[in-house]
């Protein structure tokens, strides 16, 4: 029998002045599974990736923060380790992993970042 198919849509771009987030369209994994979402933050490198978890119709909710300095995430509520956690590749470069995969977790993520250029939260 196959496992229950989960989507995960990721937020696609923002332009806010000169900066533009950039992530991956679509996820589909199976349950148990381990998904991973990359979101690029353009020009801004200092200042954390905070990823977000929102269902249709539902409001967003804080997932994580992230940034390249820290040696562990920041959680929001009812969000942990191991099940989720965050990665980065460069000081723009971001991953979100959730481990496990279930069917409450299908949803829309995305992330955001403050740009200082413009003393603003940058995210779809």
Request: proline share 5%.
């Amino acid at each position: 029998m196959l496992g229950i198919l989960c989507t995960l849509i990721t937020a696609l771009t923002c332009v806010s002045g000169v900066t533009v987030v950039t992530q991956k369209p679509v996820v589909t994994v199976r349950r148990g599974e381990t998904a991973t979402m990359d979101c690029n933050l353009g020009t801004v490198t200092n200042s954390p990736a905070r990823w977000y978890k929102q269902i249709p119709g539902g409001v967003p909710q804080f997932v994580l923060y992230f940034y390249h300095s820290y040696s562990s995430p920041t959680y929001g509520s009812g969000f942990s380790s191991p099940k989720f956690t965050s990665t980065h590749q460069s000081t723009s470069d971001y991953r979100l992993i959730i481990n496990n995969i279930e069917e409450g977790d299908s949803a829309v993520y995305y992330c955001q970042t403050w740009d200082s250029s413009v003393n603003q939260f940058v995210s779809q």
